[in-house]
Nanobody, 119 residues
Framework: QVQLQESGPGLVKPAQTLSVTCTVS??????????WSWIRQTPGKGLEWIGA???????VYNPSLKSRTSISRDTSKNQFTLHLSSLTPEDTAVYYCARDQRRDGMDYWGKGTLVTVSS
């Protein structure tokens, strides 16, 4: 079955760049026509979609985070990675990765990894 597992640093300092990696098993991230998304949930707020990388390697981002976000992938390891720069404490959240069928929604999710931004 499809499984996703996030791995991240746990604690990062303000102004630094966060890198969180999602390792996928049971499905290739290059399979047509799936996307692979990053989503976060901040304390007191709902889920916020951050961006996605497509099976082709193209990327799409939430306009509100686009200037600070990039998503890359390593197809040899079946992984994709979120990079979020210029961190502030407001970026403290649980970060999730998910398989994204776009109009049909996100059907497989990782368990999430808590990232705290604090000095």
């Amino acid at each position: 079955q499809v499984q996703l597992q996030e791995s991240g640093p746990g604690l990062v300092k303000p102004a630094q760049t966060l890198s969180v990696t999602c390792t996928v098993s049971g499905w290739s991230i290059t399979t047509n026509f799936y996307y692979w998304s990053w989503i976060r949930q901040t304390p007191g707020k709902g889920l916020e979609w951050i961006g996605a990388i497509a099976y082709s390697g193209n990327t799409v981002y939430n306009p509100s985070l686009k200037s600070r976000t990039s998503i890359s992938r390593d197809t040899s390891k079946n992984q994709f990675t979120l990079h979020l720069s210029s961190l502030t404490p407001e970026d403290t959240a649980v970060y999730y990765c998910a398989r994204d069928q776009r109009r049909d929604g996100m059907d497989y999710w990782g368990k999430g990894t808590l990232v705290t931004v604090s000095s």
